[in-house]
């Protein structure tokens, strides 16, 4: 993957957290204008689990574009494309798949807890 590429895959990544942060605000704002009782009501999810829907999305999303920060760090580096593990070289199609990436897929392929024990 080229810097390119990276970049824009963080700019995705960027938008995606704006646009959940917004839909977030926007439903503590309705949530704050309202007084409706929605924890009672038999047509749908509450308010509550709407916010924590988009709570939880919002977190992944922020790990998402941190990870691709760090991988652009990497880039710089000279880091960019080897296994974090092995020091393998990890697959363009692995990249090309999951930008931040840190492990080539041997390494990921084990067992979680003996590749940790390393």
């Known amino acids: 993957m080229d810097p390119t590429a990276l970049a824009a895959a963080r700019e995705r990544s960027a938008d995606h957290v704006a646009s959940l942060r ?10 704050s204008l309202s007084s409706a009782d929605d924890e009672h009501d038999p047509e749908g999810v509450t308010i509550a689990v709407q916010r924590a829907q988009l709570q939880g999305l919002l977190s992944a999303a922020e790990e998402e574009r941190d990870e691709l920060d760090r991988a652009a760090q990497r880039m710089a580096a000279g ?40």
């Open 22 to 31: 917004r839909a977030l605000d926007s439903l503590v704002e309705d949530q």
């Open 79 to 118: 880091d960019y494309g080897r296994c974090a593990e092995c020091g393998g070289v990890i697959g363009a199609e692995r990249l090309e798949a999951l930008p931040a990436v840190r492990t080539c897929i041997t390494c990921a392929s084990r067992p979680r807890r003996r590749r940790t024990a390393r």
